[in-house]
């Protein structure tokens, strides 16, 4: 089952968003010890703006995705995607490409006309999933982030809902 996640479902996702910070960390922005200093009451608040979608198997959060909406005016045409993360136990069955669908769905109800997203360039499955939801390869960001002292790039890359 796919849903938006409510303030009810706090535990749940942090719980896989910190799972997923030990098990793929250059699939986030923020490190484990950013996020467990996250306050709930931020995390509450993304989850009750209904920015996070949640792939559920038999009443277990499995997957999510976030899709935020640009804030200035000028920029509410657009909205960033990510992060997306799937238990490696859900992997490979469809559930990625489900949370793609429902925050595409969802965009689309939102009157986004385009959806931006980065990916860590050595994230090649990651790359060829969003490419294969649409979304092209715009540029190259280097030394996006820098993990364990070491520089990594990200993906720049973008589907225009309206084309």
């Known amino acids: 089952m796919i849903r938006v996640l409510t303030a009810d479902d ?9 799972h997923g910070l030990s098990a793929d960390p250059s699939a986030f922005l923020l490190t484990a010890a950013e996020a467990v200093a996250t306050p709930d009451s931020a995390l509450v608040a993304k989850l009750s703006a209904g920015e996070v979608i949640g792939a559920f198997e038999g009443g277990t959060l499995v997957g999510f995705v ?4 640009g804030g200035p ?29 429902a925050a595409v769905d969802a965009a689309l109800h939102m009157g986004v006309l ?34 364990d002292g070491q520089p990594r790039d990200d993906v720049l890359m973008l589907r225009q809902l309206d084309a």
Do not use: T
């Open 10 to 18: 706090l535990g749940v996702y942090r719980g896989l968003w910190l």
């Open 66 to 69: 976030a899709l935020r909406r």
């Open 73 to 101: 005016e000028r920029m509410r045409h657009m909205a960033d995607l990510g992060p997306l993360y799937v238990h490696p136990s859900a992997r490979r069955r469809g559930v990625a490409r489900a949370l793609m669908d």
């Open 114 to 147: 385009q959806l931006e997203l980065c990916v860590d360039n050595q994230n090649e499955g990651a790359q060829a999933l969003y490419q294969a939801c649409g979304f092209q390869k715009i540029g190259l960001r280097p030394r996006s982030v820098i993990v």
